[in-house]
């Protein structure tokens, strides 16, 4: 009996999980009918600051703490939403791979990262800026040459993520080096299917629970 109970509750749970994923998956492809695209990012905590010097250990054990994390997830959303006009903003939480001992036991879990995908950037929002947006363009883009010194031409979508990674920059944790935040357009719904089962990957695969890997706080869902 113990064997088939064991299964029934594991059936159970899968099915919970699948309900809570595609949840997630249909509010966030919803924006899908308003917007003409995505941008997905992945934001790294960087060890060293803009100068080259190492970070204290007291600011970068907090790259393992979920609720230190979430403080950067809510300031970064703000100032997307505040510097580029963007309406949809979802940020996940992931670690990185965590320390083994020789077993293959966890001695020390990863710190985390961050994927955030936003919703589209209105062109308005770069042709005529508002005031903390045109303080953007004074950051760096690529190859670290400020962003008001670079050509851009009509290309509008290199310049929405040149802006885009610059207020993913503005967060202390996020240094100026160009790996530290990488910026990718969603044009298409399979796509943004695809990085979204990418972002809930260790919550779908039972590793972790849903509000280990979503940050509601800095989110923009809406209660079913």
């Not at 960087?46 to 393992?64: M, Q």
């Not at 939403?81 to 670690?95: A, G, P, T, W």
């Not at 670079?150 to 290309?155: P, Q």
């Not at 990418?198 to 940050?215: E, G, Q, R, S």
Request: charged share 30%; glycine share 4%; proline share 4%.
């Amino acid at each position: 009996m113990s064997s088939i109970s064991n299964k029934t509750n594991t059936i159970k749970k899968q099915e919970g999980i699948k309900v809570i994923a595609e949840t997630i998956k249909k509010q966030i492809m919803e924006g899908m009918e308003y917007y003409s695209n995505y941008y997905y990012s992945v934001c790294s905590f960087g060890f060293y600051d803009n100068y080259g010097n190492k970070l204290p250990p007291s600011t970068i054990r907090k790259y393992w703490d979920k609720y230190e994390v979430e403080k950067t997830c809510i300031l970064i959303r703000n100032i997307i939403k505040e510097h580029l006009c963007v309406e949809q903003v979802y940020v996940f939480m992931e670690r990185h791979q965590p320390e083994l001992d020789s077993d293959g036991d966890v001695v020390k879990e990863g710190r985390f990262h961050l994927n955030i995908i936003t919703s589209s950037i209105p062109d308005s929002a770069v042709e005529e800026p508002n005031r903390k947006c045109r303080r953007l363009f004074y950051e760096p883009g690529r190859m670290g040459i400020p962003i008001n010194q670079l050509s851009y031409g009509e290309d509008l979508d290199q310049l929405k993520i040149d802006l885009l990674n610059a207020c993913c920059r503005k967060a202390d944790w996020i240094n100026k080096f160009s790996g530290s935040v990488n910026t990718q357009i969603l044009w298409e719904h399979s796509d943004v299917e695809n990085v979204i089962d990418y972002c809930l990957k260790d919550f779908i695969n039972d590793k972790v629970d849903f509000t280990d890997v979503i940050c509601f706080k800095a989110s923009d869902y809406y209660k079913p």
